[in-house]
Structure formats: structure tokens, C-alpha cells
């Protein structure tokens, strides 16, 4: 299963990636600008551009939240406590959807849920 969806154009909006997640940015069509990001105010200014920000819970995750942009989250199923438990919305940011990691801690079926959802948006389909 592919779990980003076609016809949609994705940015990283990491400055800095795990030498092996390089390789993999690499060959893919996601757009990374890495070094040309050089503080947060860049980081902010990227999040700006972007129609949706998907993040897990990362300092990405709550500038986004912090500037209203419609931000998912993708959660572990243990989430550190500002996530709450059992709600897809967040009350610290309003902007935010939580997608959260059933009881198994299987990444595979909530990442089926977000491409789903990414696909239904790219549609008109999804709010």
C-alpha cells in the first residue's frame, strides 16, 4: 500500500533528516529544502505555503497549531499528555486533527486511515 496518495505535491518541512531517511527523499517526488532552512521563522514561513500540514507530535506539529494551519497528527497509542486521550481534536489548537494508533501499536491501519483521508481532501471530499 502506498501511503502517500498521487496528485499531491508533499514538502518536508524537517531541516534536518536521519542519513538514511535521505536516500529515501531522495528517489521520492517529496520535496525537502533542508540546509535552505535555517531557523524556526523559515520553518513557519514553509508551514505559510502548505494547504495541510502531517506531522507526528514534533515542534513542526504544534508551530503549525500555534498558526491556526489545518495540521493532522499522527499519535502512538500511549501519546504524551497534552494529546489527551480518545479525541481527535485538540484543545490547545483548534486547527489540529489527532489520528491516533489503535490498541495493537500498528502504525500500517491509522497510516491507511491518513492516506484515505489525504485522498478524500484532494478530492473536495473531506473538511
Known sequence: ??????????VSL??????SDQDVLEVSE???FGQQISDFA???ALCE???????????VAHLAGAMGKPTWVLLPHAPDWR???ERTDS????????????????WEPLLEY???DLQALAKGKLT
Open 114 to 116: 491518513v492516506a484515505d
Open 49 to 59: 505555503l502548505v494547504d495541510l500540514v502531517l506531522s507526528i507530535d514534533t515542534s
Open 1 to 10: 500500500m502506498a501511503y502517500l496518495p498521487a496528485n499531491i505535491e508533499y
Open 42 to 44: 523559515d520553518t513557519a
Open 91 to 106: 484543545p490547545w489548537y483548534p486547527s489540529l486533527k489527532l489520528y491516533r494508533q489503535n490498541a495493537q501499536r500498528r
Open 83 to 85: 494529546w489527551l486521550l
Open 30 to 32: 517529496i520535496r525537502h
Open 14 to 19: 524537517q531541516p534536518q533528516v536521519r542519513e
